[in-house]
């Protein structure tokens, strides 16, 4: 099984269109399945932020382990990226972004607060999370070679989940600096930690919808960004190594 994760349907409607599927009862209102190109597929709607999208996750998981995760949706772009809205951005890593302490000395990650006494003790927190491996990499390189894709910039890079979107320039800058990310959203950091739990892969890809540091709606295209995250998707399930799918062949 292969589950989509993203956060609204809004995010979801274009593939809710071309996908035969139906309501799923292992999470009524949010889940919906359908068998395509020899797979069988659950779309989860996890809601917005990180609490609504690990507990979400979790709830699935805790019933079936699928073979793949993949979370899409919008996503903002931090200014040294180069990706403008319409773009395709996919995450190698994860971190919380603005998890921590903010003082005179700047941002404190909540890792570095207040760590381990012993070597051998686990860290009391894990800010940052790992993506790169086979799925990342033959995603990149079949969406980088698809025809429907073509015009895009399509970029790989460290992703950054946030609790409050960057609206600033300032808070924009700090963001970008502190974890040298390329996309910004709010939920990939909290999947990408009950995806470990699971020892699930992931695979994250964004629609650049925004650019960081402003909220002026003139420079915000959502519908675009919904759309090129649906098409890649939709590009991956038809065509991404490693999946069963030789009726779409």
């Known amino acids: 099984m292969i589950c989509l994760l993203a956060a609204t349907p809004h995010e979801t409607a274009l593939l809710r269109r071309l996908l035969p599927l139906v309501p799923d009862p292992r999470l009524?209102?949010?889940?919906?399945?359908?068998?395509?190109?020899?797979?069988?597929?659950?779309?989860?709607h996890t809601g917005i932020g990180i609490a609504s999208a690990a507990s979400s996750l979790t709830r699935l998981l805790g019933q079936q382990v699928p073979e793949l995760l993949i979370a899409f949706g919008c996503g903002?772009?931090?200014?040294?990226?180069?990706?403008?809205?319409?773009?395709?951005?996919?995450?190698?890593?994860?971190?919380?972004?603005d998890l921590g302490a903010a003082g005179e000395e700047g941002f404190v990650p909540l890792c570095d607060l207040w760590r381990?006494?012993?070597?051998?003790?686990?860290?009391?927190?894990?800010?940052?999370?790992?993506?790169?491996?086979?799925?990342?990499?033959?995603?990149?390189?079949?969406?980088?070679?698809?025809?429907?894709?073509?015009?895009?910039?399509?970029?790989s890079g460290p992703f950054v989940t946030v609790n409050t979107i960057s609206g600033t320039r300032a808070l924009c800058r700090d963001l970008e600096r502190?974890?040298?990310?390329?996309?910004?959203?709010?939920?990939?950091?909290?999947?990408?930690?009950?995806?470990?739990?699971?020892?699930?892969?992931?695979?994250?890809?964004?629609?650049?919808?925004?650019?960081?540091?402003?909220?002026?709606?003139?420079?915000?295209?959502?519908?675009?960004?919904?759309r090129i995250a649906q098409q890649a998707v939709l590009r991956l399930l038809r065509d991404l190594p490693g999946l069963r799918n030789p009726l779409c062949a």
Do not use: K
Not at 76 to 97: K, Q
Not at 134 to 150: F, G, H, P, V, Y
């Open 178 to 226: 502190q974890n040298t990310g390329i996309c910004e959203n709010m939920e990939g950091a909290a999947l990408a930690q009950v995806a470990g739990f699971y020892s699930v892969p992931l695979l994250e890809l964004r629609g650049i919808s925004n650019p960081c540091g402003t909220r002026d709606s003139e420079l915000w295209d959502l519908p675009a960004g919904m």
């Open 116 to 155: 381990a006494q012993a070597a051998d003790e686990p860290p009391l927190f894990v800010q940052q999370f790992d993506l790169r491996g086979t799925w990342l990499a033959n995603a990149t390189q079949l969406l980088q070679a698809a025809d429907e894709l073509s015009t895009l910039n399509i970029l």
């Open 76 to 97: 903002g772009s931090y200014p040294a990226s180069g990706l403008t809205n319409g773009d395709l951005a996919l995450a190698d890593s994860e971190c919380f972004g």
């Open 28 to 44: 009524p209102g949010q889940a919906f399945s359908c068998h395509f190109c020899n797979e069988d597929i659950l779309l989860l």
